[in-house]
C-alpha cells in the first residue's frame, strides 16, 4: 500500500531564504509525482508534475527533484518570499497504476517579512 | 471551461438531509477524483472515475456516500442522511490520462456544513 510521508510538517523562514520540502514514498514503482500548494480555504493548485523518467523540473523559483529508487522527491524553494506562504503537498499515484492520487499530509510554510 | 467547477461553493444543511455536489470537470479529461479536507486535516478520497471503467470506491466511508459520472463528464457526488461529521470540504480534480499521466487540476471545493 502507497504511503506518503511530508517533513517537516511546518516550517517558517525569514523572506529571502532558499528552503527544501520533503516527500517520501514508500512504493517506488510509480508512473509520476505531483507536487501541489494549497492556501488557506482554497483548492489545489497545481506547481510540478515530474514523470517516473525525469529526475527533475523547474518553474520559476521551484525546482523539484525525484529519486524513484530511494522513493523521494525534494521540492526547492529559491529566495522565498511571504507570498510563498502556503501548505505545500505532494502526491503520487498507487505503485505500478494510474489511479487515484495519494497524498501526504503537506508541509505548511511561512515566510516572514 | 478553463478549469475544474464545483457547485455549490458553499453548502449549509441541517442533519439528515440528503445533498448533492456536482464536478465539471476540464474538457476532455477522463479520469476524475472526489477527495474531502476536513478542518486541519489532509485529503482523504473518496472515488476515483477513469474512462468507461468501473469506478474505484474503496475511500467512500459508508453507504451514505455514492457517486456518478454521466457521459463521462459532469460527476454528482451524493450524500445521504447527512450527519454532523461529514462537515468538511470535498474537493474534485480531472486528468487527462496518457502513459505517465498527466496533471490533476484541483476545482476550488465544496464547503459542506452540517447542522
Redesign the interface.
Known sequence: KQEVTQIPAALSVPEGENLVLNCSFTDSAIYNLQWFRQDPGKGLTSLLLIQSSQREQTSGRLNASLDKSSGRSTLYIAASQPGDSATYLCAVPPGGSQGNLIFGKGTKLSVKP | GAGVSQSPSNKVTEKGKDVELRCDPISGHT?L?W?RQSLGQ??E?LI?F?GNSAP?KS?LPSDRFSAERTGGSVSTLTIQRTQQEDSAVY?C?SSS?IV??????????TRLTVV
Do not use: S
Open positions: 479520469a477524483y477527495y489532509g485529503l478520497f476515483y477513469q474505484d475511500g474537493l480534480a490520462l505517465g499521466g498527466t496533471e490533476a487540476f484541483f476545482g476550488q471545493g
